[in-house]
């Protein structure tokens, strides 16, 4: 069936290197993908999110990147810090359904 | 912090019996969904409420219910309980509708035995 999932389980890089979180989406029909944040015994945390008319988004240190062609985003995390270290989701979506479809998740570990 | 909470944070049960979670939403936010998520993955979507109304569901079977009450809160209430049911389940409410960004609460993190 359609899925959505990532690459890489687990990620570990320095502080203040750049860190890039991969995600692979199947459903042709999703039009809104959001990345979220979850830090232990914490809910998800919205970080950014991106249309399909787009293919780049940018926000505070972090950058989305969209390849429709071949159902691949990307999350980009500038400088990163050890408070960044956390499990990163991206979701998939249909524009005006706000019921997110998430993927397993990628474990960031930022090493100081 | 999102201002959504949700009580209580652990709970332990055994096959069979029924629980009741409960979710407190920020003042005006007018939906909440109801997500399970096992170690591990992905939160999956179980089903959603706007003013008090189910307005969808995810493929999970009757056994899982829900209410929204005028105050903001609401409650998930998991019947027969499974094994599997072992998960931390997540709220997330909406301040402008079903189509509006959902802030999640904390979780509770749900262990049958």
């Known amino acids: 069936g359609e899925s959505v999932g990532l690459h890489l389980p687990t990620l570990s890089v320095q502080e203040g290197d750049n860190s890039i979180i991969n995600c692979a989406y199947s459903?042709?029909?999703?039009?809104?993908f959001i990345w979220y944040k979850q830090e232990s015994g914490k809910g998800p945390q919205f970080i950014i999110d991106?249309?399909?008319?787009?293919d780049k988004r940018q926000g505070q240190r972090v950058t989305v990147l969209l390849n429709k062609t071949v159902k691949h985003l990307s999350l980009q995390i500038a400088a990163t810090q050890p408070g960044d270290s956390a499990v990163y989701f991206c979701?998939?979506?249909?524009?005006?359904?706000?019921?997110?479809?998430f993927g397993r998740g990628t474990s960031l570990i930022v090493h100081p | 912090e999102t201002g959504v909470t949700q009580s209580p944070t652990h709970l332990i049960k055994t096959r069979g019996q029924q629980v009741t979670l409960r979710c407190s939403s920020q003042?005006?936010?007018?939906?909440v969904s109801w997500y399970q998520q096992a170690l591990g993955q992905g939160p999956q979507f179980i089903f959603q409420?706007?003013?008090?109304?189910?307005?969808g569901r995810g493929n999970f079977p009757p056994r899982f219910s829900g209410l929204q009450f005028p105050n903001y809160s609401s409650e998930l209430n998991v019947n027969a309980l499974e094994l599997d049911d072992s998960a931390l389940y997540l709220c997330?409410?909406?301040?402008?509708?079903?189509?509006?960004?959902?802030?999640f609460g904390p979780g509770t993190r749900l262990t049958v035995l």
């Open positions: 409420y706007y003013r008090e109304e189910e307005n």
């Open positions: 997330a409410s909406s301040l402008k509708g079903p189509n509006s960004e959902q802030f």
């Open positions: 979701a998939e979506n249909t524009w005006g359904s706000y019921i997110p479809t």
């Open positions: 459903n042709s029909a999703s039009d809104y």
């Open positions: 991106i249309r399909s008319n787009m």
């Open positions: 003042s005006g936010h007018n939906t």
